[in-house]
Nanobody
Framework: QVQLVESGGGLVQAGGSLRLSCAAS????????MNWYRQAPGKQRELVAGITNGNITNYADSVNGRFTISRDNAKNTVYQQMNNLKSADTAVYYC?????????WGQGTQVTVSS
């Protein structure tokens, strides 16, 4: 079992920034990939960014150049720095990882961008 706890969401004006954190209840150093997803009202959950244990990153086209994912294995935490936020970024953001074939999710953190 792995518990994931996201934090850092909130209300921000368009053009502003937020930094999300996801703390895991176990060591993440052996976790191949950690991901951030988001789900807006009435829409499917979508992959926003991922990072491997070799710090290779990938981003959705919609956030590339504005969001930065990083991980601190010593703190068992993955981060997502979000800059130049847009109203389209409004969603619940979830942290995700896979361990031994099982997918784990946090409870989510709400990000609301006002225009």
């Amino acid at each position: 079992q792995v518990q994931l706890v996201e934090s850092g969401g909130g209300l921000v004006q368009a053009g502003g920034s937020l930094r999300l954190s996801c703390a895991a209840s176990r060591s993440i150093s052996s976790i191949l990939t950690m991901n951030w997803y988001r789900q807006a009202p009435g829409k499917q959950r979508e992959l926003v960014a991922g990072i491997t244990n070799g710090n290779i990153t990938n981003y959705a086209d919609s956030v590339n150049g504005r969001f930065t994912i990083s991980r601190d294995n010593a703190k068992n935490t993955v981060y997502q720095q979000m800059n130049n936020l847009k109203s389209a970024d409004t969603a619940v953001y979830y942290c995700n990882l896979w361990v031994k074939g099982n997918s784990y999710w946090g409870q989510g953190t709400q990000v609301t961008v006002s225009s």
